[in-house]
């Protein structure tokens, strides 16, 4: 079935009409649930090929049709009325608040009374891979207006791009512009730009709808330097603070996660989650971008949401036999999961439907990007190919991987520790906390990285580690080449700060459930771009004593 639906025009030389194509279909009058499939066009029927995200810098870079039509199908989408359950505004509160029913899934009793998104457990990599995919294929529908055949082919191969954080950590150009100039159906086209910010329709905001926050700016924000709510300099100063740590956690993640509950989420004791990296991206861009409740509103989150999935989908490729959860575990309760209800792979992804429309997208039908009609630029040879020879693919995702996150001096040489790897292991439970906070680690003056915490969930432990190595290759030789010295040095120097919100400190040791372990890792090479490095036994050299580190930083 095809539906015309209006568009809100964003200028007077747009089309204010347009064809949808099938991948989303809502019946509005019936309120049929909205079933997400992924996109269908572009798909090459010989091979199965499917078209790529890009990285949102080259796809910039590209310009032409696809560039065009993706600002453009942003534009229409944020400008499409908030009431209306396929806006910008509706897909965005799904994540957070305003707390309301979607898709005719409404909250459950003994549910959080929080968002649908599964922060902090296990479901949270599966959780957004259909919440992105619906996303895509909405704001596909608003990208086929063009005539032109060059338009034509780039409506039928769009799919959203996804920021690498972890390999550029600096804010993309593209969304650091107020307004932005694309090629429109009648020559050049200049808009408010949509990827610098939402601008709400209702304002003030609706105290029922977004309790405490009533007093928000009249568009999401991120870093301020106090006089705007917009400061690309705090912003990028923030990111190039942790750029270091995102690279080093990313890396940390594909070479010693062993399961999905591991890769997945910083609930799993071996803190070596993608769900860690992700929060430090969330708060050094800070601004509403940092508050949960919202943060969805900001374009940037699909952007960096789909990097997440990006990160999911390469960890997939070389594990090829652990794509979906391995444990069952026991929810804290979410929007519509009651607390205590156990979660396996099998249990649904809500507020996401099936094809079918009947039943959820569960840990299984979300295990493969694939399933949802797209690939990445580090997967589509194998997509031209086919699957046949998964090793073979392992290993030039490997190699990719090696590329793009194994850690580097500043020259771009390769670093190898000298056989084993120190991290300080940080553990708490976060009803301990005024949420959202940092948890930072310093080793004397020098900040060795982070565990951030979100504003949900308020409960549950929470698990991370923090990589030492470029901290130590900045000791003096002689320290770096005796182990014991080291370890040390380590216990000596080692600090920690927890900072709210606000910018005010809380005293570390009154925080009871906060414990840090400096653990060693021994680790071997072996001197193959395509293989990961080989980690050894874990030895727990001591819990921290926990100090608070006089520092205005973080």
């Given at each position: 079935?095809s539906?015309?639906?209006?568009?809100?025009?964003?200028?007077?030389?747009?089309?204010?009409?347009?064809?949808?194509?099938?991948?989303?279909?809502l019946?509005?009058?019936?309120?049929?649930?909205?079933?997400?499939?992924?996109?269908?066009?572009?798909?090459?029927?010989?091979?199965?090929e499917?078209?790529?995200?890009?990285?949102?810098?080259?796809?910039?870079?590209?310009?032409?049709?696809r560039?065009?039509?993706?600002?453009?199908?942003?534009?229409?989408?944020?400008?499409?009325?908030?009431?209306?359950?396929?806006?910008?505004?509706?897909?965005?509160?799904?994540?957070?608040?305003?707390?309301?029913?979607?898709?005719?899934?409404g909250?459950?009793?003994?549910?959080?009374?929080?968002?649908?998104?599964?922060?902090?457990?296990?479901?949270?990599?599966?959780?957004?891979?259909?919440?992105?995919?619906?996303?895509?294929?909405?704001?596909?529908?608003?990208?086929?207006h063009?005539?032109?055949?060059?338009?034509?082919?780039?409506?039928?191969?769009f799919?959203?791009?996804?920021?690498?954080?972890?390999?550029?950590?600096?804010?993309?150009?593209?969304?650091?512009?107020?307004?932005?100039?694309?090629?429109?159906?009648?020559?050049?086209?200049?808009?408010?730009n949509?990827?610098y910010?939402?601008?709400?329709?209702?304002?003030?905001?609706?105290?029922?709808?977004?309790?405490?926050?009533?007093?928000?700016p009249?568009?999401?924000?991120?870093?301020?330097?106090g006089?705007?709510?917009?400061?690309?300099d705090?912003?990028?100063?923030?990111?190039?603070?942790?750029?270091?740590?995102?690279?080093?956690?990313?890396?940390?993640?594909?070479?010693y996660?062993?399961?999905?509950?591991?890769?997945?989420s910083?609930a799993?004791?071996?803190?070596?989650?993608?769900?860690?990296?992700?929060?430090?991206?969330h708060?050094?861009?800070?601004?509403?971008?940092?508050?949960?409740e919202?943060?969805?509103?900001?374009?940037?989150?699909?952007?960096?949401?789909a990097?997440?999935?990006?990160?999911?989908a390469?960890?997939?490729?070389?594990?090829?036999?652990?794509?979906?959860?391995?444990?069952?575990?026991?929810s804290?309760?979410?929007?519509?999961?009651?607390?205590?209800?156990?979660?396996?792979?099998?249990?649904?992804?809500?507020?996401?439907?099936n094809?079918?429309?009947?039943?959820?997208?569960?840990?299984?039908?979300?295990?493969?990007?694939?399933?949802?009609?797209?690939?990445?630029?580090?997967?589509?040879?194998?997509?031209?190919?086919?699957?046949?020879?998964?090793?073979?693919?392992?290993?030039?995702?490997?190699?990719?991987?090696?590329?793009?996150?194994?850690p580097?001096?500043?020259d771009?040489?390769?670093?190898?520790?000298?056989g084993?790897?120190?991290?300080?292991?940080?553990?708490?439970?976060?009803?301990?906390?005024?949420?959202?906070?940092?948890?930072?680690?310093?080793?004397?003056?020098?900040?060795?990285?982070?565990?951030?915490?979100?504003?949900?969930?308020?409960?549950g432990?929470?698990?991370?580690?923090?990589?030492?190595?470029?901290?130590?290759?900045?000791?003096?030789?002689n320290?770096?080449?005796?182990?014991?010295?080291?370890?040390?040095?380590?216990?000596?120097?080692?600090?920690v700060?927890?900072k709210?919100?606000s910018?005010?400190?809380?005293?570390?040791?009154?925080?009871?459930?906060?414990?840090?372990?400096?653990?060693a890792?021994?680790?071997?090479?072996?001197?193959?771009?395509?293989?990961?490095?080989k980690y050894?036994?874990?030895?727990?050299?001591?819990k921290?004593?926990?100090?608070?580190?006089?520092n205005?930083?973080?």
């Open positions: 079935m539906i015309v639906r209006r568009l809100i025009p964003w200028a007077a030389c747009v089309s204010t009409t347009a064809v949808l194509t099938p991948q989303v279909q019946d509005v009058q019936a309120q049929q649930p909205i079933p997400v499939t992924g996109m269908t066009t572009g798909i090459n029927n010989r091979t199965g499917r078209p790529a995200r890009w990285e949102i810098n080259a796809l910039q870079a590209e310009g032409g049709p560039w065009d039509l993706y600002i453009q199908a942003l534009a229409a989408l944020q400008n499409k009325t908030e009431a209306d359950e396929l806006s910008h505004f509706s897909i965005s509160g799904i994540h957070g608040m305003p707390y309301a029913p979607f898709n005719g899934v909250p459950v009793s003994g549910g959080s009374g929080g968002g649908f998104c599964p922060h902090g457990e296990t479901q949270f990599a599966a959780w957004h891979r259909p919440y992105v995919a619906l996303y895509e294929s909405i704001a596909s529908e608003y990208s086929g063009q005539n032109a055949s060059a338009y034509r082919e780039a409506g039928q191969i799919r959203l791009p996804y920021w690498d954080w972890a390999s550029n950590a600096e804010l993309p150009p593209s969304c650091a512009q107020e307004s932005i100039t694309v090629r429109g159906p009648h020559g050049p086209l200049t808009l408010r949509p990827l910010s939402y601008r709400w329709q209702s304002y003030p905001l609706n105290e029922t709808q977004f309790p405490g926050l009533e007093n928000s009249a568009e999401t924000t991120r870093a301020s330097d006089k705007s709510d917009f400061s690309l705090v912003v990028n100063a923030n990111l190039a603070l942790v750029a270091n740590q995102l690279k080093d956690l990313v890396y940390r993640t594909f070479t996660a062993e399961n999905f509950d591991e890769m997945s910083m799993d004791p071996a803190g070596v989650s993608f769900e860690a990296s992700h929060n430090v991206v708060n050094a861009v800070g601004g509403s971008f940092a508050t949960v919202i943060t969805a509103f900001d374009s940037l989150f699909m952007l960096h949401h990097n997440l999935d990006r990160l999911a390469l960890w997939m490729a070389v594990h090829s036999n652990a794509t979906y959860q391995s444990q069952s575990y026991v804290n309760g979410l929007y519509a999961t009651a607390r205590g209800e156990t979660v396996t792979a099998e249990s649904p992804l809500k507020p996401f439907y094809a079918d429309g009947r039943t959820f997208h569960t840990g299984l039908s979300a295990a493969t990007p694939e399933s949802f009609g797209y690939t990445y630029p580090e997967l589509k040879k194998w997509e031209e190919r086919g699957d046949s020879d998964k090793d073979q693919r392992r290993k030039d995702v490997v190699s990719r991987i090696n590329d793009l996150y194994s580097k001096n500043d771009g040489v390769g670093v190898r520790p000298l084993e790897e120190w991290f300080v292991q940080v553990a708490v439970n976060r009803s301990e906390l005024e949420l959202p906070c940092n948890i930072n680690i310093y080793v004397g003056e020098t900040f060795a990285g982070r565990m951030t915490l979100l504003g949900m969930p308020m409960h432990l929470a698990h991370t580690e923090i990589p030492l190595q470029r901290v130590i290759r900045g000791l003096d030789a320290t770096t080449a005796d182990r014991t010295a080291v370890e040390r040095v380590l216990l000596d120097r080692l600090r700060e927890v709210k919100e910018g005010t400190s809380i005293e570390a040791k009154n925080i009871h459930s906060l414990e840090l372990s400096l653990i890792t021994n680790v071997t090479y072996s001197g193959s771009r395509s293989e990961f490095p050894g036994n874990r030895a727990s050299h001591a921290v004593v926990l100090e608070e580190v006089p205005d930083g973080g």
